[in-house]
């Protein structure tokens, strides 16, 4: 199934998301600004577009793959989530786990965008939950 998702270009240099490959979950972002994340640190970087969620969904925001591998760059809050009702900036969290400084550049793809549904749950509270195999057993307790 396929959604429209409006999006503002609220910088001139801001590029659309895109997929590099038919097929991808993801939409790169990309950067409008020249930034230095010295090793260690965190920065906000500008993206310059604003998007309209369909109903029902949100936008994750995810690190790429080949910045980790290779810059040890990745997105702090990660996924970092967009709520459907969010019309401000979509500005992305990088970290600099690495040694050295990293300069993300004008028009980098630094992130990507993935969207998808959100399930609309009624809590209820309750004094007991169903019985499984796994029961309460927690981190390490499939023995793998």
Do not use: C, W
């Given at each position: 199934?396929?959604?429209?998702?409006?999006?503002?270009?609220?910088?001139?240099?801001?590029?659309?998301?895109?997929?590099?490959?038919?097929?991808?979950?993801?939409?790169?972002?990309?950067?409008?600004?020249?930034?230095?994340?010295?090793?260690?640190?965190?920065?906000?970087?500008?993206?310059?577009?604003?998007?309209?969620?369909?109903?029902?969904?949100?936008?994750?925001?995810?690190?790429?793959?080949?910045?980790?591998?290779?810059?040890?760059?990745?997105?702090?809050?990660?996924?970092?989530?967009?709520?459907?009702?969010?019309?401000?900036?979509?500005?992305?969290?990088?970290?600099?786990?690495?040694?050295?400084?990293?300069?993300?550049?004008?028009?980098?793809?630094?992130?990507?965008?993935?969207i998808a549904p959100v399930l609309k749950v009624?809590?209820?509270?309750?004094?007991?939950?169903?019985?499984?195999?796994?029961?309460?057993?927690?981190?390490?307790?499939?023995?793998?």
């Amino acid at each position: 199934m396929e959604y429209n998702v409006k999006i503002n270009l609220v910088h001139e240099d801001a590029k659309l998301p895109y997929r590099a490959n038919e097929g991808d979950a993801g939409l790169d972002l990309f950067s409008i600004e020249e930034k230095i994340i010295k090793a260690g640190e965190v920065e906000l970087v500008n993206t310059g577009i604003q998007i309209e969620l369909p109903k029902g969904t949100e936008a994750q925001i995810r690190p790429r793959s080949g910045l980790a591998l290779k810059h040890s760059i990745t997105v702090l809050n990660s996924p970092g989530t967009i709520d459907e009702g969010y019309r401000g900036e979509i500005k992305i969290i990088l970290i600099n786990h690495g040694k050295t400084d990293f300069k993300v550049t004008k028009h980098m793809r630094i992130a990507q965008m993935i969207i998808a549904p959100v399930l609309k749950v009624n809590l209820i509270q309750s004094d007991g939950l169903s019985k499984t195999d796994r029961g309460i057993g927690g981190f390490g307790s499939s023995g793998k």
